[in-house]
């Protein structure tokens, strides 16, 4: 029962924090939308200019548009609180690990969360190219129209995506630190690690198409490898550290 006790402090601190951050998104849902519009339409010249629409991209229904708020700022909430509930589900397990553990644990926490900001803009930049493309197979003779929800949920993928893959080098070296994977047999199958890595990229790229696959595959491989390197080194101070009999 105490672990139970301890889990809903947990969970409930968790869901403060992405609460707060809806909030923020709340007050931030215009430009947060502007943003996102940007590859497709310009909302802001369609201000600008006094238009009534924004050329192929619509909302659906009368409820369409507060769903569609609420969704936006809880989905900000989940990405600004990542470090609230990223931080509380490492506590929740922290007690139970030993000190090198704790360790290796606080380094997959510091690092997990740049590492996925930065593979979110990633995944941004390359929205406006993978829309591009995309939209290019349209006829001239017809006009694609575009509900803003099935955009969102596109662009969420999309992002999350690449915001997902950029951390295997954090989990590859969370593993190394951990005693788990030595540098070596990170590197030894590199072959099957870049047959899996394009195989991911083409299965879970929600466009299909081999540009934003290479965009995703190529940073991929070169973190792969980047974490066989920092593997192979800490590899090389373990047994240094070893021989002298260092813990």
């Not at 923020?24 to 010249?45: R, S």
């Not at 192929?56 to 369409?64: M, P, Q, T």
């Not at 922290?94 to 740049?114: D, Q, T, V």
């Not at 190529?218 to 590899?235: H, R, S, T």
Request: with cysteine.
């Amino acid at each position: 029962m105490a672990h139970f006790a301890e889990l809903r402090k947990r969970i409930f601190k968790s869901a403060l924090g992405i609460i707060l951050g809806a909030f923020v998104g709340w007050f931030l849902y215009d430009t947060i939308i502007n943003h996102l519009a940007a590859p497709i339409c310009n909302l802001k010249e369609v201000v600008a200019t006094g238009k009534s629409s924004c050329g192929i991209l619509y909302i659906n229904g009368v409820l369409g548009p507060i769903d569609l708020k609420f969704k936006i700022s809880l989905l900000i909430g989940v990405i600004l609180a990542a470090p609230i509930w990223l931080y509380q589900s490492w506590a929740f397990i922290a007690p139970a690990m030993k000190g090198r553990e704790k360790r290796n644990s606080i380094f997959f926490l510091l690092f997990a969360i740049p590492f996925f900001a930065i593979g979110i803009y990633v995944g941004y930049l390359v929205l406006p190219l993978a829309v591009k493309v995309l939209l290019g197979f349209t006829p001239a003779s017809l006009t694609n129209l575009v509900k803003f929800d099935d955009y969102l949920n596109f662009v969420l993928q999309l992002i999350l995506i690449f915001g997902i893959a950029f951390e295997l080098p954090v989990f590859l070296v969370s593993l190394n630190l951990a005693g788990v994977l030595r540098g070596k047999s990170i590197l030894k199958p590199w072959r099957f690690a870049i047959f899996g890595i394009t195989l991911f990229a083409a299965i879970f790229t929600p466009t299909g198409d081999p540009f934003t696959m290479g965009l995703l595959a190529i940073p991929l491989i070169g973190l792969y490898f980047l974490a066989g390197a920092i593997a192979i080194l800490v590899d090389r101070k373990r047994f240094k550290n070893a021989s002298r009999g260092v813990n």
